[in-house]
């Protein structure tokens, strides 16, 4: 009995010493956090513009092929509606906007190398068309704008560049449109957030690009039973790697 005791004891200090280590990091990572520096994001209007990526009804809709794994983060975030702010609020201040799409033709289904979400987007039929040169069925498809954006994206201060194919703007033409505007700064939003909008993030800093995230102008696959949160993932990053996280009233300020 008197070894039970003694070792009831030490179970009892070695946990309480793991809790008193686990405290230590969590307070260790919460100072740091508050202590991380905030470059901010001066809005001009001359050199500033809009990107956003994958407006699109696979995305948005629940009627899009991903809505399942999606659906729950755009809806708790507001997504739709906070984008279809952000793209009237360009619209009224003459702000440049850029959407970066993502469309899959039958070339792009004979790839032999792919990562897990490319197998998965490309089982699902996501973002689909006949053809490059095509609107064969592409109307209202899933690869079609979400039909409350249209009037704005079809707007003179809308500039729709080339699809990219995974997740980075490394392989459209993005940046050589931001470039020749004379564009230095970019207001970040859109699906998903941590796929496309932080591969386009990424990138754009890599690129020179002084760049700003709008936190609820986003949504991510969120999936509990894979112990996968895509949201929060890209969250954490961009509060690391970005100037500024908006929230999407901040945004719509900007000009006042």
Same mark, same amino acid.
């Given at each position: ?15 309480? $010493?793991?809790?008193?280590?686990? @405290?230590? &990091? ?19 209007? !001359? ?13 948005? !809709? ?25 793209? $009237? ?20 289904? &004979? ?23 095509? @609107? ?48 230095? $700064? ?25 760049? &700003? ?5 986003? &949504? ?37």
């Amino acid at each position: 009995m008197a070894d039970l005791g003694l070792a009831i004891k030490f179970q009892i200090k070695v946990t309480m $010493k793991n809790l008193k280590l686990i @405290l230590a &990091a969590l307070l260790l990572s919460i100072t740091a956090y508050a202590q991380l520096p905030a470059p901010g994001f001066e809005f001009n209007k !001359s050199t500033t513009a809009i990107v956003i990526t994958d407006p699109q009804v696979d995305f948005l !809709s629940p009627d899009g092929v991903t809505w399942g794994v999606v659906g729950k983060s755009v809806q708790e975030n507001n997504t739709v509606d906070n984008l279809d702010s952000i793209f $009237k609020w360009a619209k009224e201040n003459d702000v440049l906007v850029f959407v970066s799409p993502h469309y899959y033709y039958p070339h792009d289904h &004979a790839w032999e190398i792919e990562g897990v979400l490319e197998v998965l987007m490309h089982k699902i039929g996501m973002f689909d068309r006949k053809d490059p040169l095509s @609107l064969e069925d592409f109307e209202n498809s899933g690869a079609d704008w979400m039909p409350q954006y249209k009037e704005y994206i079809e707007g003179d201060n809308v500039i729709v560049v080339n699809p990219h194919k995974v997740y980075g703007p490394e392989t459209n033409d993005l940046i050589l449109q931001l470039r020749k505007r004379k564009i230095d $700064k970019v207001i970040l939003a859109g699906m998903s957030a941590n796929l496309c909008v932080e591969s386009h993030l990424r990138e754009l800093l890599e690129q020179g690009f002084e760049v &700003a995230v709008v936190s609820d102008g986003t &949504a991510a696959a969120v999936i509990p039973d894979a112990q996968l949160d895509g949201y929060n993932a890209a969250l954490t990053n961009f509060r690391m790697m970005a100037s500024h996280v908006f929230l999407t009233e901040e945004v719509l300020k900007l000009t006042k």
